[in-house]
């Protein structure tokens, strides 16, 4: 039998090259949509094409955030509203999982990651304290993430582990670009943590429940069930593998976080890539256009 990692994906000219397969799309944002700076404009106009001939769109975003706020970051990089249908992301996962825990008492949480994240967690029963006194941790991202990395966080994540303070990642990226630089996300801090025996709970890709969630609202914007599914994304450890757990299909756009690491994008650098990680993906685009 062949093995994942000995075939790569295709080279495709575009989305349009595959469409007429899938009839809905679950669509990656940071990378894909927009590069942390401004709007795609060929990734927008691929988003619109689909919708307009085949099926509804969800952003399945691993961003730490309320969907307005989402919304908001939209408007500032010139995303528009006709390109896609929903917006789902961590950030609200990971929102519901603290107001369980906040039901019955007010909840003492270190929050790790910048303020602007705050509104995932705001008008809830909890109150920002240290390690000292936290019960829990909430990872949203690092505190300056322009500067630091993971290793700036080990005397935290240390005297975290002593108190066995289980951490929520509201976002299991580990890197992401930001304009031509990457950045380190809450991931890479989280897996920092299990590092040294750390308990870490994760919200998004690749995780199943938000592509059972994801499903749930494309089926009921398209007013009928969602047979052929696409997701597509440029994370190779988030959205193709969580695509590939999940069982549908996956478009990998190699001009992404895995950029640099590529290079020049041909068949054989994509079997290297993906033999990394044992992924699937029916095809590759440098970049997502129509």
């Not at 575009?14 to 990656?28: F, P, Q, S, T, V």
């Not at 936290?134 to 300056?144: F, M, Q, V």
């Not at 290793?151 to 303070?165: G, P």
Request: aromatic share 6%; hydrophobic share 50%; charged share 20%.
């Amino acid at each position: 039998m062949e093995t994942v990692a000995s075939v790569p994906p295709a080279l495709l000219p575009g989305l349009a090259a595959i469409a007429a397969r899938y009839d809905a799309l679950i669509c990656d944002v940071w990378g894909v949509l927009h590069n942390g700076h401004q709007a795609r404009g060929p990734a927008v106009e691929a988003l619109r094409r689909f919708r307009a001939a085949h099926g509804p769109v969800v952003l399945l975003t691993n961003a730490p955030r309320p969907v307005e706020e989402v919304k908001a970051q939209f408007v500032h990089y010139g995303v528009p509203e006709d390109a896609y249908d929903a917006i789902m992301t961590s950030g609200v996962a990971a929102r519901e999982e603290l107001s369980r825990r906040a039901q019955d008492h007010r909840l003492a949480m270190l929050h790790i990651g910048p303020e602007r994240d705050r509104g995932v967690f705001a008008g809830l029963a909890v109150d920002c304290v240290s390690a000292e006194v936290a019960e829990i941790a909430l990872c949203t991202g690092l505190y300056d993430d322009d500067t630091e990395t993971p290793e700036d966080y080990r005397a935290l994540l240390a005297a975290m582990k002593a108190r066995d303070i289980p951490m929520l990642c509201a976002n299991p990226d580990i890197m992401v670009q930001k304009g031509e630089t990457l950045i380190y996300c809450a991931g890479a801090i989280a897996r920092a943590y299990e590092a040294i025996g750390g308990q870490a709970l994760y919200f998004g890709k690749p995780h199943r429940p938000i592509y059972e969630a994801a499903m749930t609202t494309l089926a009921a914007i398209a007013g009928r069930p969602i047979r052929r599914p696409l997701a597509v994304g440029d994370g190779l450890v988030t959205d193709i593998a969580g695509a590939n757990a999940f069982g549908i299909d996956a478009l990998f756009i190699a001009d992404g976080v895995h950029g640099e690491e590529i290079g020049d994008l041909t068949a054989a650098s994509l079997a290297r890539l993906f033999a990394k990680v044992g992924a699937r993906a029916v095809g590759a685009l440098p970049a997502l256009t129509w």
